[in-house]
């Protein structure tokens, strides 16, 4: 499994940006798929999770209502569309993916066996 992820990049507070995730290497379409981010001097943090068909979504509290998880199975991508977006959302954000046979979505990084190199979003005030 390969994750490409891409979209980062640097905005001034309450832009918006859209984190792409390309996969590779298996079926995209079985996996639950996520979103972390990590702040400079911090720990990696959940962002967002969907489920492999797209019905279900968790979004961490701090981004609720500003970003929007999605995915296109057909493409093999998922996304993070982010908007009105804070100074405290600058990190490097990473796709990660789970491959277990499972019906609940993860929030938690180590449940994810496959992740992406990380895109950098950087929000100036």
């Known amino acids: 499994v390969q994750l490409q992820a891409s979209g980062g990049g640097s905005v001034q507070a309450g832009g918006s940006l859209r984190l792409s995730c390309a996969a590779s290497?298996?079926?995209?379409?079985?996996?639950?798929m996520a979103w972390f981010r990590q702040a400079p001097g911090k720990d990696r943090e959940f962002v967002a999770a969907i489920n492999w068909s797209g019905t279900v979504t968790y979004y961490a509290d701090s981004v609720k209502g500003r970003f929007t998880i999605s995915r296109d199975n057909a493409e093999s991508t998922q996304y993070l569309e982010m908007n009105r977006l804070k100074p405290e959302d600058t990190a490097v954000y990473y796709c990660?993916?789970?491959?277990?046979?499972?019906?609940?979505?993860?929030?938690?990084?180590?449940?994810?066996?496959?992740w992406g190199q990380g895109t950098l979003v950087t929000v100036s005030s």
């Open positions: 990660a993916a789970d491959s277990r046979d499972t019906t609940v979505v993860a929030t938690t990084s180590g449940k994810y066996d496959s």
């Open positions: 290497g298996r079926t995209f379409s079985n996996w639950d």
